[in-house]
C-alpha cells in the first residue's frame, strides 16, 4: 500500500475505504505509471447461499395442542406448561405473555423464522403468539 492512497482514504474518506482493504493491500484508487488513476478493480463478490431449514436447538416432542400454562415466570421471560417444558420468551414478545395467566390454553408449533427461537407458543384464549426457545423439563 502507498503512504498516498493511505492518506487520500483518511484525509478525504472515499466511499468504500475500510482499513481491512487497506491492511489487504487492496487500493481501488492506485495511480497508474503514466499518473493517471488506475480503473478501480473490485474483488470477486462470493455468491449469497440461501438459508436452509433450520433443526430446533432442543427438541420438543409435545409440539400440538390441548397445553395449559402453569406458571408465568420473570413477567413472562419464561413460560412453563403443564406437562413440566420451561420455555424462554423471545425478548420483543415479552409484552404479551407478561399478560398471559395461568390455566390459559396454548398451542405449540414450530416455527424456524426466528433465529434461536424455534417454536411459536399461541395463545389461544386470546388469540396472541410468542416466539420461544424451548429450555427443557
Not at 433450520?54 to 406458571?71: D, K, L, T
Request: charged content about 15%.
Amino acid at each position: 500500500m502507498g503512504k498516498l492512497a493511505f492518506v487520500a482514504c483518511v484525509t478525504f474518506g472515499f466511499a468504500g475505504c475500510t482499513a481491512a482493504d487497506w491492511n489487504s493491500g487492496y487500493n481501488p484508487y492506485a495511480i497508474n505509471p503514466s499518473g493517471y488513476y488506475a480503473t478501480p478493480t473490485y474483488p470477486a463478490q462470493v455468491p449469497i447461499q440461501q438459508p436452509t431449514t433450520q433443526v430446533p436447538a432442543a427438541v420438543y416432542p409435545g409440539a400440538e395442542s390441548g397445553h395449559w400454562i402453569r406458571e408465568n415466570i420473570s413477567s413472562g421471560s419464561y413460560i412453563e406448561l403443564e406437562d413440566g417444558s420451561l420455555w424462554q420468551i423471545e425478548p420483543y414478545d415479552k409484552f404479551d405473555t407478561s399478560l398471559w395467566l395461568p390455566v390459559t390454553s396454548i398451542t405449540v408449533v414450530i416455527a424456524p423464522s426466528m433465529p434461536g427461537y424455534d417454536y411459536l407458543l399461541i395463545n389461544t384464549d386470546d388469540k396472541e403468539g410468542a416466539h420461544a426457545r424451548y429450555v427443557g423439563r
